[in-house]
């Protein structure tokens, strides 16, 4: 099984995407999207089962059309935009299944119409804080949505995450439903609007990264899991299928 990531090196952060999935299967084979061109990175992708957008930085609010906000952004790596949002689309044309991670839940909200909050503290301010500080992860806790496929996936409705991040969704585009929610309202999961109906790939976005928690916990290894499962039926019903 091959599973592209558009960033799995670089840091020791960003090789714990690997590590993570090959807890489930050492044998997956990890294809790092990132430095390629968009085509060589997309003719890379028809090649894999699986599309994991990884974490990274701010996305340039050109891309929902609110340049205004950038001001209130980070810095923007231009390169890593044209090739997630490419691979985005591209993984959408090849029905393959496809997990977004923190920046990779944001890339695929806006990819789809939607937008995101620029800085949490300035445009929706909380008790809870969702940044990293001092180079530690802040943690808080998440309730996923009864009937969604996170909670098939996690089977709880209540969990601790980790938490990196200072932007988020603010408009999820009309295509999807929020899984999860932190106590402050801000979405934190979200997935196809009528995934639980079938007839689309499998996508689940998540604003925390469960390549960095414990194992243990029920929103980290189950969904590394449960994401390799649908890998392999894209491999032997849809890819293999189509060669």
């Known amino acids: 099984m091959k599973i592209a990531i558009s960033k799995a090196s670089g840091s020791d952060g960003f090789l714990k995407y690997g590590r993570w999935l090959h807890a489930v299967d050492p044998d997956v084979e990890i294809v790092d999207l990132v430095g390629h061109a968009p085509e060589d990175a997309l003719a890379m992708l028809r090649t894999c089962d699986g599309l994991i957008l990884s974490g990274g930085p701010d996305v340039d609010p050109d891309r929902y059309e609110e340049p205004a906000k950038r001001a209130l952004c980070g810095p923007i790596d231009a390169e890593r935009d044209v090739l997630e949002f490419a691979l985005a689309e591209g993984a959408r044309e090849l029905s393959m299944p496809v997990l977004g991670i923190c920046r990779g839940a944001q890339v695929l909200n806006v990819a789809y119409g939607g937008s995101l909050h620029p800085d949490l503290p300035t445009t929706k301010p909380s008790e809870i804080e969702h940044r990293q500080l001092n180079g530690v992860d802040s ?4 309730h996923v949505e009864p009937g969604s496929i996170l909670k098939h996936i996690a089977g709880v409705l209540d969990a601790g995450v980790n938490s990196v991040h200072h932007q988020a969704v603010e408009r999820l585009a009309s295509i999807f439903t929020p899984s999860a929610l932190s106590p402050d ?26 390549e960095r928690m414990s194992y243990e916990e029920p929103l980290s290894l189950n969904i590394a899991r449960h994401f390799l499962h649908e890998a392999d039926a894209y491999s032997v019903l849809i890819r293999t299928a189509s060669e």
């Open 185 to 210: 309202g801000v979405i934190e999961a979200f997935e196809w609007g009528d995934a639980t109906m079938g007839g689309k790939p499998f996508l689940l976005a998540v604003q925390w990264h469960p």
């Open 139 to 142: 943690q808080h806790e998440v």
